[in-house]
């Protein structure tokens, strides 16, 4: 056994421990109260952005969500689809031709970026579709978007 | 601590000097803890108001449900801001108390006048402080305890009405008289009584603790 360790330091480090640990406890609870409670967490809310029966095939409506700009668009099987206008690349906001979107292509004026109309990355540097929204549609047709949990 | 004492050489000394510091044994005493308490009262406020400040928004229509929130949402809030309500009321129960002392032991008596006095001083601020403070949640007992305190201020001869405005933030009670209110509670007050701390500890130091009655 070794006998350098007198017993003044011995009881010093026995007690050191424990109240490191009784320091150490109040930092964790103000890393808690310093992290957003959780109503400040939450993902906006659920938002009506039009009627599936104002649409025709190819059809959108561009709108605001969670401060950034959307659309919605009607398939020629109508379906709905809704997606962010935000480029994949570098994050500008893409482009949306006028009226029916048939055969047309988004654009994403800052390097180029090429999209269909579904948000699907054709050209140029966007290296994934553009994010999607998830979509209800009402019993009255009402569109209602929200974010996407993963 | 070599490296340091390397770069500052004597820093060690000055350090071994304020820590180790011996007081005489009659102030061994609970009466006599006093004072320390005041201070270890004032740092809990300190550390927990530059919490509550994270989430605390000081306007009219805010306040209220901010202190609400930071009760009932964030994680550790309502301990958070009870320990600040409880440590503001032993703040000021504590620093009486220590007045106490220094006067039923004399302590005051010269050379200690200044140090009585800038003591007095940190009492007033202590009291101010605890009435800002209680302005802040913006309920009812809040608000209406500000009107009383307004009204008292205003009920000065000669000045009172100049006072009664600066605290109202107009002519009669306004929106600003919380902005007032907060800015003094979380920014005036506190350096000015981190000041006269400053120069009460240093003048403790100076010319000692009084000898005993």
Not at chain 2, 25 to 41: D, K, Q, R
Not at chain 2, 83 to 103: D, E, G, K, T
Not at chain 2, 188 to 202: N, S, Y
């Amino acid at each position: 056994m070794d006998n350098n360790v007198s017993r003044r330091k011995f009881l010093g480090g026995l007690v050191a421990v424990p109240t490191m640990a009784a320091l150490a406890a109040p930092l964790a609870a103000v890393g808690a109260y310093i992290y957003p409670p959780d109503s400040f967490l939450q993902p906006p809310a659920p938002k009506k952005v039009g009627n599936i029966n104002d649409l025709k095939a190819w059809d959108y409506i561009p709108f605001g969500y969670n401060q950034a700009p959307a659309m919605v668009i009607k398939t020629d099987t109508g379906d709905i689809q809704s997606f962010y206008l935000k480029c994949t690349h570098l994050g500008c906001t893409v482009e949306v031709p006028e009226g029916n979107l048939d055969g047309k292509q988004l654009v994403c004026p800052c390097h180029g970026g090429y999209f269909d109309p579904l948000g699907n990355n054709t050209g140029g540097p966007p290296p994934t579709p553009l994010k999607q929204l998830a979509v209800t549609i009402e019993e009255n047709g009402d569109i209602i978007v929200e974010e996407r949990m993963a | 601590m070599k490296w340091i004492e390397e770069r500052l050489p004597g820093i060690g000394k000055v350090a071994k000097d304020v820590a180790e510091h011996p007081v005489p044994s009659h102030t061994l005493n609970v009466f006599y803890c006093l004072g320390g308490l005041t201070l270890i009262a004032f740092i809990v406020q300190v550390v927990t108001g530059v919490f509550l400040a994270m989430y605390y928004k000081p306007t009219p229509e805010a306040a209220y449900a901010s202190v609400q929130m930071i009760t009932n949402e964030v994680r550790f809030g309502s301990m958070m801001r009870s320990i600040h309500h409880w440590a503001a009321n032993f703040m000021v129960i504590f620093c009486f108390l220590h007045m106490l002392r220094v006067y039923y032991t004399g302590s005051f008596k010269k050379p200690r006048e200044m140090n009585w006095v800038a003591g007095s001083f940190l009492f007033i601020l202590t009291i101010v402080m605890a009435f800002t403070g209680y302005i802040l949640p913006y309920e009812q007992l809040s608000y209406w305890g500000a009107v009383i305190g307004v009204e008292t201020a205003g009920s000065l001869p000669v000045v009172g009405e100049m006072a009664k405005i600066m605290m109202q933030g107009g002519i009669t009670v306004s929106p600003e008289m919380l902005s007032r209110f907060y800015v003094l509670h979380v920014l005036v007050l506190p350096a000015i009584t981190i000041a006269f701390l400053v120069a009460h500890f240093v003048m403790i130091r100076v010319q000692g603790i009084s000898d005993p009655m």
